[in-house]
Each structure stands twice: as C-alpha cells, then as structure tokens.
C-alpha cells in the first residue's frame, strides 16, 4: 500500500543520474511520487509554488546533488534550512564528490547521509555513504 503523504524530490542535473536513482527506488519496491528538480533554484520554486505547481505534500525526504547550474545543492540547502516550512526535511546529498570541504559544509548544513555516486541500493551497506546503513533512509521517508 502507498502512502499518499509520502513524496521524495530528486534535485539533479544529470538525466542519467535521474533514471539512475528512479532505477534503484523502483528496484527496492518503491512506488511514491519521485518529483525532480533540474538545480537549487528550481527545486525552491517547487516546493514555494512560486510560478510552478507546489509538490503537495511537502516532501518527505530529498535527494540533492552538490554540483548543479544556477543554484548548486549546498546553497539550495542552506535556503531550505532557512525556511521553516521546509527546514525539517532530511535531505541526502548525492555526489561524485568525494571531497571533505563538501562533506564538511554538508554536514554543517544538517543533511541525514551523504551519497557518493553512483548509487546503488545493493550495494548501499559497503559504500562510501556516511550512513549507517539503507533502513535509515527507509525510516525517514516512512515507507517501512
């Protein structure tokens, strides 16, 4: 059964990282409403309704590339973080970037994990992922 107050964004740039990323969450079963956002600013305009259609309801989880025309992932985070509409949603950030002044920033910025593309679900325990472990990401987006 789909829960219908579950919705994810997917904010990334690259389409073969979008099919990518739908791929792995239609692999692991699931099924909610995956909106994607082209960069930050985008993504923002979505989530305010501001000339586009507002995701409803807010998402319960994003997915956040760093490197991203016009607005990248960090000050796309740091915006959200600011608005208090949207400041509680766990955000996980998905990158080639194994930098640590971006893990560091990102960190800073209260995101739940820290993916380093490309990401697969199968193999998501032995990654590089700063998370513990998958069933985290399935808890904060509700589906178990």
């Known amino acids: 059964m789909i829960n219908k107050d579950v919705n994810i964004l997917l904010v990334e740039d690259d389409y073969l990282d979008i099919m990518n990323v739908e791929r792995e969450l239609k692999k692991i079963g699931i099924k909610h409403p995956t909106h994607v956002a082209r960069n930050g600013r985008e993504a923002l305009d979505m989530l305010r309704g501001s000339g586009v259609p507002k995701i409803s309801p807010a998402p319960s989880v994003i997915l956040l590339d760093i490197n991203m025309p016009r607005m990248n992932g960090l000050e796309f985070l740091a915006e959200l973080r ?21 893990r560091l920033a990102a960190q800073k910025l209260n995101v739940a994990g820290y993916i380093v593309k490309p990401m697969s679900f199968d193999n998501f325990e032995n990654s590089q ?7 985290l990401f399935l808890d904060l987006i509700k589906l178990k």
């Open 82 to 102: 600011h608005e208090p509409e949207f400041s509680h949603i766990p955000v996980f950030i998905m990158t080639t970037s194994n930098e640590e002044t971006d």
């Open 129 to 135: 992922s700063s998370l513990d472990n998958f069933t």
